[in-house]
């Protein structure tokens, strides 16, 4: 007899509540995967893809996520809805892959920043004053407030837009802008004397 669910069998199951589905699921049940798929992928998809703005890797998160909950069985139905834990499993899980690509990104940019092209060539006194120039906005930048400084810091070192910023930290659009331009008028009043 073959083990894959018939279409039958996965119509009957789709009006269990999702506690029923998480036990069959737990009993080695596919189609209870199948309809539990079918409930929730689109939820889990639409959050991996606002989060990571790729439809490959969004579907492959979902992929994932739904792989983990057939494999891992770390759901409990006691502590959330289900809605809720593949809501937050996914944010958390898109999350840590935007800072995996971010840290990649930043890796690669150190690499090149190390070595220079060959037609590049500065006196040692410029090198000394662009070094000297980016201590000091470094140092600038600790003593704004954290808020404006963990901005600031994915915007300029880390090449992040506003809005992946407020997508990221799931700080509204217009806060960032703000916290953006204070961190800013801050800084340039800090180092009015570098503008010269």
Same mark, same amino acid.
């Given at each position: 007899?073959?083990?894959?669910? @018939?279409?039958?069998?996965?119509?009957?199951?789709?009006? *269990?509540?999702?506690?029923?589905?998480?036990?069959?699921?737990?009993? #080695?049940?596919?189609?209870?995967?199948?309809?539990? /798929?079918?409930? /929730?992928?689109?939820? &889990? /998809?639409? !959050? +991996?893809?606002?989060?990571?703005?790729?439809?490959?890797?969004?579907?492959?998160?979902?992929?994932? !996520?739904?792989?983990?909950?057939?494999?891992?069985?770390? /759901?409990?139905? +006691?502590?959330?809805?289900?809605?809720?834990?593949?809501?937050?499993?996914?944010?958390?899980?898109?999350?840590?892959?935007?800072?995996?690509?971010?840290?990649?990104?930043? !890796?690669? *940019? #150190?690499?090149?920043?190390?070595?220079?092209?060959?037609?590049?060539?500065?006196?040692?006194?410029?090198? +000394?004053?662009? #070094?000297?120039?980016?201590?000091? &906005?470094?140092?600038?930048? *600790?003593?704004?407030?954290?808020?404006? =400084?963990?901005?600031?810091?994915?915007?300029?070192?880390? #090449?992040?837009?506003?809005?992946?910023? +407020? @997508?990221?930290?799931?700080?509204?659009? %217009?806060?960032? *802008?703000? =916290?953006?331009?204070?961190?800013?008028?801050?800084?340039? %009043? !800090?180092?009015?004397?570098?503008?010269?």
């Amino acid at each position: 007899m073959d083990s894959e669910p @018939s279409k039958r069998q996965v119509s009957d199951w789709g009006d *269990k509540s999702d506690e029923a589905l998480i036990l069959s699921l737990r009993q #080695g049940d596919k189609a209870a995967l199948e309809v539990l /798929y079918d409930r /929730y992928s689109r939820l &889990v /998809y639409t !959050i +991996a893809f606002r989060i990571l703005h790729n439809g490959q890797e969004a579907e492959d998160l979902t992929q994932e !996520i739904f792989l983990n909950l057939w494999q891992k069985q770390d /759901y409990n139905p +006691a502590r959330s809805a289900l809605s809720r834990f593949l809501s937050t499993v996914t944010r958390n899980r898109a999350i840590d892959r935007v800072r995996s690509r971010s840290n990649r990104r930043r !890796i690669l *940019k #150190g690499m090149a920043a190390q070595t220079p092209p060959m037609e590049t060539f500065s006196l040692p006194e410029k090198q +000394a004053s662009q #070094g000297e120039r980016s201590q000091r &906005v470094r140092e600038a930048l *600790k003593t704004l407030p954290d808020k404006q =400084r963990q901005l600031l810091w994915l915007a300029y070192f880390h #090449g992040f837009s506003q809005s992946e910023i +407020a @997508s990221h930290t799931n700080i509204p659009l %217009g806060t960032v *802008k703000s =916290r953006m331009r204070q961190g800013l008028l801050k800084l340039k %009043g !800090i180092l009015q004397d570098l503008a010269d």
